[in-house]
């Protein structure tokens, strides 16, 4: 599974848990429709649902006017997915996880949200490289 396609899977699986509160492998198992898991796209989500409450910390200081449990699923999902490989994912270059995220955005989000999930981890990516 290529990289892009891993992460596409892990946002739906994780929106899956954040929206119907089911088990992380009863959604991963749904998010992948019968097609093989991916060792990359598994501790994406579940490196994020391990350190949810953390990444939230990382992600409301850049919410302007916005509370994490106000913003949509999916733009939620994104910015904690991304957040945790910025901050355990160090192989990545934090370039690609941007871009990646601003596409996984523009493909899932609504006509803002790849401006705003590319502000609030462009701020995140400067913090965690301070």
Same mark, same amino acid.
């Given at each position: ?42 501790? /994406? +989500?579940?490196? @994020? !649902? ?5 990444? #939230?910390?990382? =992600?409301?200081?850049? /919410? +302007?006017?916005? @509370? !994490?449990?106000?913003l949509?699923?999916? #733009?939620?999902? =994104? ?51 301070k």
């Amino acid at each position: 599974m290529k990289r892009r396609t891993a992460r596409e899977t892990a946002l739906q699986a994780l929106f899956q848990v954040d929206v119907s509160e089911i088990e992380p492998n009863e959604a991963i198992q749904h998010a992948l429709d019968g097609k093989d898991s991916d060792e990359f796209m598994e501790k /994406l +989500v579940y490196g @994020t !649902i391990q350190y949810q409450e953390e990444l #939230d910390m990382l =992600i409301i200081p850049h /919410l +302007v006017n916005w @509370t !994490i449990d106000r913003l949509a699923n999916v #733009d939620r999902g =994104i910015l904690r997915m991304s957040a945790y490989e910025l901050k355990y994912e160090q192989e990545i270059p934090s370039s690609v996880t941007l871009d990646e995220a601003i596409e996984l955005a523009k493909k899932f989000g609504d006509d803002q949200s790849s401006k705003f999930v590319n502000g609030v981890l462009s701020n995140i990516k400067n913090d965690l490289e301070k």
